[in-house]
């Protein structure tokens, strides 16, 4: 018995690593939509609301359809999902690279909106059953995949499928396959799990909290998503062109600077998780929401050297709520993980979707770091963490 525990340990490990490598490669995928854009709209001559449209088809499926994937995934378990997910994915990207209209494009975006929404209820829930009761670390290991992902895709469009073309997006097809078989194995394991009964002896701690409590704490935690994600939304989708203006920087410059971000985003996920398991996700969103305050007030007002320290700061503070935020909820509703998965990455979707189209208005009218200056106050709504149930009261079953 000595010998099997750590066999079955090492298996699990093998599983949360290999749904962060598919969760890189699904984000690699997704992230190839907007890095494209400037080649699609050469190609079809489109106006900039078709190019709004094809956003709105992409985060609009992925976002609304992820709660309900996840709902149904509680109560009727689909160990294979993954893997069709991923194939819708590669069917869009066929469409993107192929397709010879730009309704095919829109078909395209909506097919990978629709791997997206699957994929990520279900995989966050495998990494949460291959845990070994250390939620936290799995998933940040899960979450990072996504994040080195959505940082890569923009620098492998503008290696690869801008010099080459449209067609070359094809090519992309080969990370969807591998992508397929990887969660093929992972559904396999997923399924010898749910039938060895082993995620009904503990995989959930009940607590004695109210209804009301628990819809209250829900409440406080979207908020908290909201902060977070809007903040991080007038980053990803506006940075270089505050950059550009700001400091008079090349493109290239500020791409750079755009990478560092993610990559101090994706460095905060990693080490969210961990925190989380060793000092709680209380601690770690108060620190992450709260903390990070100082800093994005003093970004507008930062010249070009203390703008790139503050943004790693930033980056790495900020972005490590969302796995602790993530398994708060998780202990706040144990029965429905695949729901909460699904409405959390759906309101991720969701919110970096419309908020950037509503700062994109503000920047418009008036000016970049205007947007930034009123968004520096965001994480203020870090005080409602205040209203959270604590440790003691999630402990008590």
Known sequence: MTTARPAANDAAYLVVLAISLCHLLNDVMQSLVSAIYPLLQEEFLLEFWQIGLLTFAFQFTASVLQPGIGLYTDKHPLPQSLSFGMGSTLIGLFLLARGESYGWLVAG?????????????????????????????????????????????????????????????????????????????????????????????????????SPIRVRVAVGVLIMLVFSKFVYTSSISSFYTFYVIEKFDLTTQQSQIMLFVFLGAMALGVLLGGPFGDRFGPLTVIWVSILGVLPFTLLLPYANLPVTIVLSVIIGIVISAAFPAILVFVQELMPGRIGLVNGLFFGLAFGLGGISAAILGVVADYKGLTFVYLICSYLPLLGLLTILLPREKEMAAG
């Open 109 to 209: 975006a909506v097919m990978i909106g629709i791997g997206s929404a699957v994929f990520h209820p279900e995989a966050s829930r495998v990494a949460r059953l291959a845990s070994g009761g250390r939620y936290g670390l799995a998933q940040s290991v899960f979450q990072v995949g996504g994040n080195l992902g959505t940082a890569i895709g923009p620098l492998l469009a503008a290696f690869i499928v801008v010099p080459l073309g449209r067609p070359s997006i094809v090519w992309f097809s080969l990370a969807a396959l591998l992508g397929m078989g990887i969660l093929w194995q992972v559904g396999r394991w997923y399924d010898r799990y749910r039938r060895s009964g082993t995620g009904r002896r503990g995989a959930s701690t009940p607590h004695n909290l």
